[in-house]
């Protein structure tokens, strides 16, 4: 009896540690854009989701928005701030690349020129305010 209830909870705990480090290893950062061919179920006329990241897809090479890989550092900067930079490609968690919507939201801000500067400006004041 002991050993059958040491058994189940060993594959528990495997079981968890696999997902724990499944969900907490790095991946390539790429970008998301919107689904324009979206496959949805129509009933009656009306597009039904099912899941909300069949709103967004992974931008192949030739979509990527201009200044993408020239901001993306600085919106992870301030979005996350866990990521890995090796031989210039940028790595983060898979948990976080799971979510379409928020990686989508993070490749539109590489081309916000407003949010970018707003930032900037509040990096300048934030800096200023810890030297006084």
């Known amino acids: 009896m002991k ?3 040491f058994v189940k909870f060993a594959i528990l705990i495997v079981l ?3 997902y724990f480090y499944w969900q907490n290893r790095y991946v390539e950062l790429r970008p ?3 689904n324009n061919d979206i496959n949805r179920v129509k009933v009656l006329n009306r597009n039904i ?3 909300q990241n069949d709103f967004y897809r992974i931008a192949e090479r030739n979509e990527t928005p201009p200044n993408f890989y020239k901001n993306i550092k600085f919106v992870l900067d301030h979005q996350i701030g ?3 930079v090796k031989e210039g490609v940028i790595y983060i968690k898979h948990k976080y690349m799971n979510d379409l919507e928020m990686i989508w939201n993070y490749t ?7 949010w970018i ?7 300048i004041f934030n800096k200023n305010a810890k030297i006084k």
């Open 3 to 5: 050993k059958k209830v």
């Open 82 to 84: 866990d990521y890995i």
């Open 117 to 123: 500067k707003q930032k900037e400006k509040e990096d």
């Open 32 to 34: 998301v854009i919107l």
């Open 108 to 114: 539109a801000k590489t081309n916000d020129l407003t």
């Open 49 to 51: 989701v099912f899941f």
């Open 16 to 18: 968890f540690s696999a």
